[in-house]
Nanobody
Framework: QVQLVESGGHLVQAGGSLRLSCAASGIIFSINTMAWYRQGPGKQRELVAA???????NYEYSVKGRFTISRDNAKNTLYLQMNSLKPEDTAVYYCYTFIGGTRYWGQGTQVTVSS
């Protein structure tokens, strides 16, 4: 059974930092591309960042230079370091992977950035 469990969301002031974590189980974590999505109030869910099994990364334009996605295969954990946070980063952040034609999502963790 695949499980993705996010943590680390919090209320933070603009300009602050947070690190999100996603603990994965039930998958061979090291071979899977992993990603972070987010869904802000009244907005569609969007891709924030992704990382391949080889460590290649890509980012949504608005977070480039501020967010860093990383993975620790020994711990089966995905991270998202978020710096210089802005109010528009306020959203529920979801961990995501795609295996054998099936999409898997975590339950989400709330990030709120106050101005």
């Amino acid at each position: 059974q695949v499980q993705l469990v996010e943590s680390g969301g919090h209320l933070v002031q603009a300009g602050g930092s947070l690190r999100l974590s996603c603990a994965a189980s039930g998958i061979i974590f090291s071979i899977n591309t992993m990603a972070w999505y987010r869904q802000g109030p009244g907005k569609q869910r969007e891709l924030v960042a992704a990382i391949t099994s080889g460590g290649n990364t890509n980012y949504e334009y608005s977070v480039k230079g501020r967010f860093t996605i990383s993975r620790d295969n020994a711990k089966n954990t995905l991270y998202l370091q978020m710096n210089s946070l802005k109010p528009e980063d306020t959203a529920v952040y979801y961990c995501y992977t795609f295996i054998g034609g099936t999409r898997y999502w975590g339950q989400g963790t709330q990030v709120t950035v106050s101005s």
